[in-house]
């Protein structure tokens, strides 16, 4: 099949469309208002369901309801619009719903603005709504990864019973790329055992998120962390860069993984034997093999469009037993290949002390610019 020349939100969303999506609730919001006005004119073609709700908590809410039918269901927002749907993303989750969401991130907190950030791992990788649960969540790097990872996102969600987050930023969004599309799957409505559908002669079913019997919720919760355990040894994605005979490696997820592999070529091309190592899925995390490459590595690098949130889970899956660094961009602000390449070098060639924070290091060397 030949690749077309697309843009990262309308590949996302013609992605969802050829996995078979039955329905789309979204409302707009800068920078993904293209997938949801693309669905807007693409699902009405198609005989399928389109509705843009009066807010983001109306979106989550009907995607809530119609996921409870057994239809492919999805929402897509940004940043403050997704904060908007914790709530009903927590309820979806207790609910044991398969879902997609689409987190197209900018800058923050509050309004912000509308260029790219990954400001938004914490609240998506350590679930910002109440109670325990676990989304899976996974970074494309690349229009095609997009396209690939929201393609089998719907199957995932249902394999799991399970919300699945694509979690991408303002310039994944807004970028063109060419890409190749996969074939057409039929919208057919599934009919699971659990869902809500309507038929003669069964028992009623319902399907709620409240447990009013302490018990009956904690046996709820043990289930989901269960399936979770299942999720975490099956479903693991990561991609690995240069990595055979390096001795430092750089660790970045979706766009500044991608920026961060510019830099690693030109360190590489010095002679400094640098790797890179992309987590495709931020949840489950790839803690065993990032684990087991810093037991032969000299030191990290993390780079992240934010302060440092990975950053966090970095450290505990090292263990702190080899030095890492930070370098961050926020605000919206890309770091780009030559000033990634410079931290690099510091990595290197000026190794700090172990003790001390990377972020607290960070901050002193490159917050004394702003």
Not at 112 to 141: E, S, T
Not at 197 to 226: A, W
Not at 241 to 260: H, M, N, P, Q
Not at 265 to 279: S, Y
């Amino acid at each position: 099949m030949a690749k077309e020349l697309m843009k990262g939100n309308v590949a996302i969303a013609e992605a969802a469309v050829r996995a078979g999506l039955n329905a789309y609730f979204g409302y707009p919001i800068t920078p993904q208002t293209e997938l949801l006005e693309y669905l807007s004119s693409r699902m009405p073609e198609l005989g399928r369901t389109f509705l843009q709700a009066e807010s983001e908590l109306g979106a989550v809410n009907m995607v809530y309801g119609a996921a409870c039918t057994g239809a492919r269901v999805m929402s897509s927002s940004s940043s403050p619009g997704t904060s908007l749907m914790m709530e009903g993303i927590s309820y979806i989750a207790g609910t044991e719903l398969p879902v997609v969401i689409v987190d197209v991130m900018r800058g923050g907190p509050g309004l912000g603005n509308i260029a790219p950030a990954q400001a938004d791992y914490n609240q998506i990788v350590h679930g910002g709504g109440h109670g325990d649960y676990h989304p899976i969540v996974l970074a494309p790097a690349n229009i095609q990864e997009a396209i690939d990872l929201t393609y089998g996102a719907f199957d995932l969600a249902e394999k799991y019973r399970s919300l699945v987050v694509i979690l991408a930023d303002g310039s994944l969004g807004q970028m063109m790329e060419p890409a190749e599309l996969p074939e057409m799957k039929p919208a057919i409505m599934r009919t699971p055992d659990w869902a809500t559908y309507g038929s003669e002669g069964r028992k009623k079913r319902i399907l709620s998120s409240i447990y009013l019997d302490p018990p009956e919720q904690e046996k709820t919760n043990f289930r989901l962390e269960h399936r979770w355990q299942e999720i975490k040894a099956n479903e693991v994605q990561y991609k690995e860069y240069f990595l055979e005979d390096a001795d430092y490696a750089v660790v970045g997820f979706g766009t500044s993984g991608r920026i961060a592999l510019s830099a690693v070529r030109a360190a590489r091309a010095k002679g400094i034997k640098i790797g890179l190592f992309r987590p495709v899925s931020l949840a489950p995390y790839p803690e065993k093999e990032l684990f087991e490459l810093s037991k032969r590595l000299k030191g990290l690098l993390v780079v992240e469009m934010n302060a440092g949130q990975m950053l966090e889970d970095v450290l505990n899956i090292t263990r702190r037993q080899i030095p890492v660094e930070f370098y961050g961009r926020m605000g919206g602000i890309l770091p780009m290949p030559e000033e990634i390449e410079a931290e690099i070098d510091l990595l290197v060639n000026e190794p700090t002390a172990a003790n001390g924070h990377p972020r607290d290091r960070w901050l002193a060397r490159f917050g004394k610019k702003n």
